[in-house]
């Protein structure tokens, strides 16, 4: 930016006005820490030296050349693998600078594994890969993650594996970065093929039992006889989950003689060798599991039973509430028991999870005693908080352009309140999984309103984070959910959130299909503002083919549906759009007469991401009228609000288009600090296209600046990438990318 704008005040005239324009030293994209996504170590870990020894020296001793970089802990559910893979993950977290990388690969958790593409693409954006540089192809995002980690020395823990298959495109390919892999399968494949070295967790000696019985027990009561201590261990299976559970009730019935206490427990476990057929360690841990939950009161009994129906692998207190139908102060104060009995694993601030031997009890217990309106019910409750939240977080995000109706908020439903983007922004990346899990468990149980109404509303935040991936599967099951419910206002909405994706991945004609079949919907049921939005989308689509005649003329039709409807903020964008079309026409005059009309009201209504993209333009018209000085004013505003609102997609645009304003303003080097930026973003991007065009304006830079072997240089890379792109003219300047087109007006 130039040292004589920074930190002043400029006045743009705007179509006979006066704006005056804060234009402020513009932020640099801050280095982001290393990334640090384990877990919280165990509270209680007793003895596991020679594991502990093994993975030492696998990892960092003699052993190590031979382990593939890869080690697999292994044992039966309940027996403490993902506890010593925590409590040594955490014991060496600081031989690892460049962080740590954990996922709960959830391989035995009720319903489908996760898909690990989707746990590349957390890891990808936890790396500090921009959300709209990850691939969409799942081998893409492989190959991307295999590069950012090449240089790295990370660890990484994945946790609960299925099988092989899971694992395989979770493996960085550096030796560098080990990956600890917890599974009850012993994962043959991955010893077979990647060398991978492997420990079996056995079940607790039976001193390191009683110890962790006399631990947890001591802190409350006298922990009992060794006769006693042994009996327990047994009853237990030696299973670490069985035992922290038994010690906890044991340790809070103050009132009971520890044999009276370990009679119960040996009843309990006589019922369920009865009733059961599984194996030893089964019995043991459903025992322990059902006596611990008979201690409970009824109100922490009902909490732990509807867990079992919450759609995600972890989850929030004001989740629980939510899904409970309690007020969030109850909902932690029965986390807080639920966590002090072990039947919950709390993992983070205000993060819990069930073991998913837990899950699955909590979900049988709730079959056998709520009947189906109460389980129905929690989830119901629960999809709709997510829904209300979701809305909360796009409007602190400044993308709730859709703006749409969720009805009267049913009662106990207390949505969240972001102060800033930020916050918005972490809570959203934290609750992706939840999201699309609540989409898929309402449509599944029958609930259809409630799948359509969350699957529309995470349109917009599909769209700025590009989810491509998510964002198929919830528009599909969304899709669905809005016909069986036989709400065509919601069919419409999910179809032009179809029509969307489609162009963000550049398939124009399947998006301008989708658009078109939503306007239908739209205007058979009279709805005026739908119809302004479909032509502004089918408008889009239009630009992205280069067809800007075509895309005025819809851009006109949706204003001039929106303005007598009332449609305050379609009419703005249908107006926003028109003005940067008018611009790219070179209908300069009548491109800045339209964008001075709606800045101010953009601005005013909050609709940043439009205030951003319609400032660009504005930039663009003002430099063809040749108003330099105000257009470099209003597009280095252009890039400062792209830096605000964290879109490095705009940012790069509106830097190539300051560029070119500050090269015919005689001012090469700050042309080519713009451009090189862009091109530096835009290969962060992956975006290829936009890279070339970044690549050829600092050559023209450097041309300027008399250094003619630079020029040849750049404008030689930016003709590579074209022809490695193998595209026609038209498909290079219509810019399909694997980013989304935020700016090129993406409302």
């Not at 384990?38 to 209680?44: D, H, K, S």
């Not at 989830?379 to 939240?389: E, G, K």
Request: negative net charge.
């Amino acid at each position: 930016m130039r040292n004589e704008v920074s930190g002043s005040q400029h006045s743009v005239v705007q179509a006979g006005h006066i704006d005056v324009v804060n234009i402020g030293a513009a932020p640099r994209t801050p280095v982001l820490p290393p990334p640090q996504l384990m877990v919280a170590a165990p509270r209680r870990f007793v003895d596991r030296d020679e594991e502990v020894a093994a993975l030492d020296d696998a990892v960092f001793g003699t052993s190590a050349g031979d382990a593939g970089g890869v080690f697999v802990v292994d044992g039966t559910a309940g027996v403490g693998k993902t506890a010593l893979a925590l409590h040594w993950a955490h014991r060496v977290r600081d031989r690892f600078p460049d962080g740590q990388l954990y996922a709960n690969l959830n391989g035995y958790a009720p319903g489908a594994v996760t898909d690990p593409a989707r746990i590349l693409r957390r890891f990808l954006r936890a790396l500090g890969v921009d959300p709209a540089a990850v691939p969409a192809d799942a081998e893409e995002c492989a190959e991307l993650y295999r590069s950012q980690m090449a240089t790295r020395r990370t660890l990484v823990v994945l946790d609960n594996a299925a099988d092989s298959d899971q694992v395989r495109p979770l493996l960085p390919g550096s030796g560098a970065c080990p990956v600890l892999v917890t599974s009850r399968s012993s994962l043959r494949s991955l010893v077979v093929r990647e060398g991978a070295w492997r420990v079996t967790v056995p079940r607790l000696p039976m001193e390191h039992s009683t110890a962790l019985l006399e631990q947890v027990i001591g802190a409350f009561r006298p922990a009992g006889t060794p006769g006693q201590l042994n009996r327990m261990a047994k009853l237990c299976a030696r299973l670490p989950l069985a035992l922290q559970i038994a010690a906890e009730r044991i340790a809070r019935s103050l009132n009971q003689d520890i044999d009276d206490v370990v009679a119960e427990l040996a009843t309990e476990s006589r019922l369920w060798e009865l009733l059961s057929s599984d194996d030893d360690e089964g019995q043991a841990a459903h025992s322990v599991f059902a006596w611990s939950y008979r201690g409970m009161e009824p109100q922490s009994a009902r909490v732990f039973r509807l867990l079992g129906s919450h759609p995600g692998a972890d989850f929030s207190a004001t989740a629980a509430a939510a899904l409970c139908g309690i007020e969030v102060s109850a909902a932690k104060r029965q986390l807080a028991v639920l966590a002090g009995f072990h039947l919950i694993e709390e993992i983070g601030t205000d993060r819990f999870q069930l073991h998913d031997l837990l899950r699955d009890f909590a979900s049988d217990l709730s079959r056998d005693e709520d009947d189906r309106p109460t389980i129905r019910d929690a989830l119901a409750r629960v999809t709709t908080w997510y829904a209300w939240s979701v809305k909360a977080a796009s409007k602190a995000m400044f993308m709730d352009t859709l703006d749409l109706d969720l009805g009267n908020r049913p009662t106990g439903i207390a949505p969240l309140v972001f102060a800033d983007p930020e916050g918005a922004t972490v809570w959203f990346e934290r609750e992706r999984v939840n999201l699309v899990g609540a989409v898929l468990a309402a449509a599944d149980a029958g609930l259809h309103s409630e799948a359509a109404v969350l699957g529309a509303v995470l349109m917009e935040p599909y769209a700025h984070h590009f989810a491509v991936e998510e964002w198929q599967e919830v528009n599909h099951r969304a899709l669905v959910a809005a016909r069986q419910a036989g709400d065509r206002r919601l069919e419409a909405v999910v179809l032009e959130s179809i029509g969307k994706r489609h162009r963000a991945l550049h398939q124009l004609k399947e998006s301008e299909t989708a658009q078109r079949q939503s306007l239908k919907i739209r205007t058979e049921l009279g709805d005026l503002r739908g119809q302004a939005r479909s032509h502004n989308a089918i408008g889009l689509v239009h630009w992205r083919r280069e067809d800007m005649e075509a895309a005025t003329n819809c851009f006109l039709r949706g204003a001039a549906i929106a303005e007598p409807a009332g449609a305050v903020a379609e009419l703005l964008f249908c107006r926003a759009n028109l003005g940067g079309a008018q611009a790219q026409l070179e209908r300069f005059d009548d491109a800045v007469l339209v964008l001075a009309d709606v800045l101010s009201p953009l601005r005013e209504t909050g609709q940043r991401y439009v205030e951003q993209n319609a400032l660009q333009d504005m930039g663009v018209a003002l430099r063809g009228l040749g108003r330099l000085d105000q257009a470099a004013v209003v597009g280095e505003r252009a890039v400062e609000l792209a830096r605000e609102l964290g879109s490095n997609v705009s940012c790069a645009q509106a830097l190539i288009e300051l560029a070119v304003t500050y090269r015919l303003m005689n001012h090469p080097e700050q042309a080519l600090e713009c451009s090189l930026q862009a091109g530096t973003i835009n290969r962060r991007l992956h975006d290829r296209h936009r890279e070339a065009t970044a690549l050829k304006e600092s050559g023209k830079a450097h041309q300027a600046l008399g250094r003619h072997s630079d020029a040849v240089a750049f404008m030689d890379a930016a003709a590579r990438l074209l022809s490695d792109l193998d595209a026609s003219p038209a498909e290079n300047a219509a810019t399909p990318s694997c980013a989304p087109e935020v700016s090129g007006q993406d409302q």
